[in-house]
């Protein structure tokens, strides 16, 4: 594969990632912009910057799983990897030109499973897998079941904050509540913008991980000082289990050496439960008191896709789509500066939470149903339900849509290689 075929990918990617910004940036400044607490312009701006910021402070857990937790390895390839991002920027176009908030993050995953499935089948899939507690899944199905879970914690945070903030408020003069909400409001709007770069940039990150791994060029993904290591994966013998309590897989390299396993917490399970095949795994030896030796793995990005996937993304928000403000900002329920604080309070608290658990997240999901939480304090009557479900039929279509269109990209590009 011709390395200049790869650049050009990782440029589509990072395409993807400024319109990711570009049609999401109203998500970042729709409520500071629609209580008039800072002008269009100087939102973006101010958003755009802790989009970046962002990439400093949260590791790469959410890139983990898209990069790893949502196709079998052996399946990725550069073909695929172009349908599935000309999938998401079709639609994320689309619904863009039509001023409908829909997810970018639920798009690129449609996207994945579209041009997947028209290669290799369900099987090509990682369809579930736990996480590290019970509450927690991987996978597709996990992936999906937040499409619900992401949307209602914002809705339950938005509501909780705006009734918690109303009582402490309660004996303050109304002006005096909405001075101090609109200084409070810069704090949440920059709360809520470096959540939006610590989940949506690190999607891009794992398609260009993924990208360089199915290309054989896996070293340029990670960061300096790891490894990489090809082995048969095996379950822990009991001998391995006796000589090192815990053990619970080991590799075995073809040189018919056994490295007891250690994960990492950034480790996504799908890469170490294919039991009896052929894996790489990422992260380095480490010699253990007495003398064995034991495999640690881990991973981390290398800084160039961190810090250009950021970069693309602030750029996008920074330029961005003008045509989704009023819908996300005055048209769900009308917000004042208290109700925007809680909002953008009750949305990146969860986004930040799920970017914690490695979960990507549709942010604008989760910004969507906090404004509806704070709605909802006063009166069904408040919330406009006929936009809200008109929003809700656009985030359903958003990935079987997004996954036909990767999957006719993929089936178009198959046809040109052959």
């Not at 939102?43 to 790469?60: I, Q, R």
């Not at 009734?163 to 810069?186: E, H, M, N, T, Y």
């Not at 470096?194 to 960061?223: E, P, R, W």
Request: proline fraction near 4%; glycine fraction near 12%.
């Amino acid at each position: 594969m011709p390395d200049l075929y790869i650049v050009f990918i990782v440029v589509v990617a990072l395409a993807f990632d400024f319109i990711n910004g570009f049609h999401d940036a109203a998500n970042s400044i729709a409520t500071i912009v629609s209580t008039r607490v800072l002008a269009p312009r100087v939102a973006v701006f101010w958003a755009a910057v802790f989009n970046f910021v962002a990439a400093f402070g949260m590791g790469t857990f959410v890139a983990s799983t898209i990069g790893k937790g949502i196709l079998h390895p052996d399946v990725i390839d550069p073909h695929l990897i172009l349908a599935a991002l000309t999938g998401a920027i079709v639609w994320n176009l689309i619904t863009w030109y039509y001023g409908i908030p829909s997810s970018s993050s639920h798009a690129l995953i449609g996207g994945l499973a579209g041009a997947a499935l028209i290669k290799a089948g369900g099987g090509a899939l990682v369809w579930l897998t736990p996480g590290p507690n019970l509450l927690i899944w991987k996978g597709v199905l996990g992936i999906a079941m937040y499409i619900v879970v992401a949307p209602f914690l914002g809705f339950v945070l938005g509501l909780l904050f705006t009734v918690v903030f109303s009582w402490i408020c309660r004996r303050q003069a109304p002006q005096a509540v909405d001075g101090w909400f609109r200084k409070l409001q810069l704090l949440s709007a920059a709360v809520y913008s470096y959540s939006h770069g610590a989940n949506d940039a690190q999607k891009t990150m794992g398609i260009i991980y993924a990208l360089l791994v199915g290309s054989g060029l896996g070293m340029m993904a990670h960061a300096e000082g790891i490894l990489e290591f090809r082995g048969r994966l095996e379950a822990a013998s009991a001998e391995d289990t006796a000589s090192l309590p815990g053990t619970t897989r080991v590799l075995v390299m073809e040189d018919g050496a056994r490295y007891p396993i250690r994960l990492g917490k950034e480790t996504v399970r799908a890469t170490v439960d294919r039991i009896g095949q052929n894996v790489t795994l990422t992260g380095n030896l480490e010699t253990l008191p007495d003398g064995r030796i034991r495999l640690h793995v881990h991973d981390h990005l290398a800084w160039w896709i961190i810090l250009s996937c950021h970069a693309a993304i602030a750029l996008g928000t920074y330029f961005g789509g003008w045509r989704i403000v009023k819908t996300m900002g005055s048209k769900i329920t009308k917000l004042t500066p208290f109700g925007g604080f809680s909002a953008e309070t009750g949305g990146g608290v969860t986004i930040l939470a799920m970017s914690h658990w490695g979960i990507p997240v549709s942010t604008t999901h989760t910004i969507a149903g906090a404004i509806v939480g704070v709605g909802a304090t006063r009166g069904t009557h408040a919330v406009k339900w006929g936009i809200a479900g008109r929003l809700v039929w656009a985030w359903i279509l958003t990935i079987p849509c997004s996954a036909l269109l990767a999957a006719a990209a993929e089936w178009i590009l198959r046809l040109l290689a052959t």
